[in-house]
């Protein structure tokens, strides 16, 4: 076994990502993690776009190098006779091919969907696009702020009197590799069941995907007319719960939408009168009167320090988190005792530290595998058998 194929779940499964930039190769990139054995295509010379993405160290992507851990790097160029007839000679001996190209690219190609399974019939195809393989959009280009607008996500972010706001990280693309990892094992789990080993096609379209995460969203319009509105970081279920000042100009985040948990609450601010207050008496009621309960929480948190906060508030059992920039993240407590950072070894920095994989797996645990290199680094080792013989 290589150091790019780390034991877990999916040993020996073998993957071929021929995908770019974020989402499809975030997919293939979990996989990796669970232990699949995951083969990087790039166009010769040119490679994955997500190499120009920064931030940079000596020129060199730290995104990239996330982004593709565990994979085997090589070139391969579809749209050649040569680079096409490797690629018909590998599919016997892959379990999985993720692709992200405009619908129809493959099939101009003469590898679509119908001439892969015709060379392997038990293949998984993963095509992750912007919108779909059909409909009015399917051709559009896609990127993850156009996801999150389409899905209806931005329109609920942000403050009311102010537009419409993005997170800081094209959170479509990952919670659409999320969904294509998802649906890969999914489907292989119905290729094993299958006594003809049939394998599928799946359509991922990562608006779709995004629009399925906002749950009450859809039944909310269709039931009540009702489309949510922006409310900065007031939770709009439950009360209270938003981002809190705190006196040494740092913020806590609250939650809890259970009558026990906001005594909790209470009790670490030292108003537990307010429980027998018809106004707070449940969560609906408090979501109704959320200006009122929001003041005495806003104002209590803006007479004490972060740190006075918490430990108040883990006394009580209460329930808030300190908003934690990366730099804090390294010295949590929780962070370190799980383990959740780990050393990965890189072509270029010796080791480098990124997240662990997740979830945690107790027979078969996974390991993040080395970080992601040069373009073609693996070529010739990977793509050997498959060459034609002079």
């Not at 060379?119 to 559009?140: E, K, M, Y």
């Not at 809890?256 to 209470?266: E, H, M």
């Amino acid at each position: 076994m290589s150091e790019d194929s780390p034991g877990g779940p999916l040993a020996g499964l073998r993957v071929l990502d021929i995908s770019t930039v974020v989402a499809a190769p975030f997919a293939a990139t979990l996989l990796a993690d669970y232990g699949a054995e995951v083969i990087k295509a790039e166009l010769p010379g040119a490679g994955d776009s997500l190499r120009s993405f920064p931030p940079f160290k000596d020129g060199k992507s730290l995104w990239w190098k996330v982004a593709n851990r565990g994979k085997r790097m090589i070139e391969l160029d579809l749209r050649t006779p040569e680079g096409a007839e490797i690629f018909r000679r590998m599919l016997p001996d892959l379990d999985v091919v993720i692709e992200n190209f405009r619908p129809g690219t493959l099939e101009r190609w003469g590898l679509g969907p119908d001439a892969l399974l015709a060379i392997n019939p038990s293949l998984v195809l993963l095509r992750v696009t912007g919108f779909g393989q059909d409909g009015p959009a399917a051709n559009r280009p896609g990127f993850a702020r156009l996801f999150e607008a389409m899905s209806g996500l931005t329109h609920m972010t942000g403050e009311p009197d102010r537009p419409p706001m993005h997170a800081g990280h094209p959170m479509g693309d990952s919670i659409g590799g999320v969904f294509g990892a998802l649906a890969v094992t999914t489907a292989l789990l119905s290729v094993r069941a299958d006594p003809q080993r049939r394998g599928q096609v799946v359509d991922l379209s990562l608006t779709e995907a995004m629009f399925r995460l906002l749950d009450f969203q859809t039944i909310g319009y269709d039931q009540l007319g009702k489309v949510i509105e922006r409310t900065g970081n007031r939770n709009q279920y439950s009360a209270p719960a938003d981002v809190y000042p705190t006196a040494d100009g740092r913020y806590i985040s609250l939650a809890g939408s259970t009558q026990a948990t906001f005594r909790a609450n209470l009790a670490a601010i030292g108003r537990e009168d307010l429980d027998d207050d018809p106004r707070f008496c449940g969560n609906a009621e408090r979501v109704e009167n959320v200006e009122a309960i929001d003041a005495i929480f806003r104002a209590w948190f803006a007479a004490h320090s972060q740190e006075e906060a918490i430990a108040r508030f883990r006394e009580a059992g209460g329930t808030l988190a300190p908003i934690l920039s990366i730099d804090q993240i390294f010295e949590d407590p929780q962070y370190r005792a799980r383990e959740a950072i780990v050393p990965v070894p890189d072509d270029d920095f010796g080791m480098v530290k990124m997240q662990a994989p997740v979830p945690r797996f107790s027979r078969t645990p996974a390991r993040a595998g080395r970080a992601a290199g040069r373009l073609g680094r693996d070529t010739e080792e990977v793509l050997a058998p498959y060459r034609a013989k002079d």
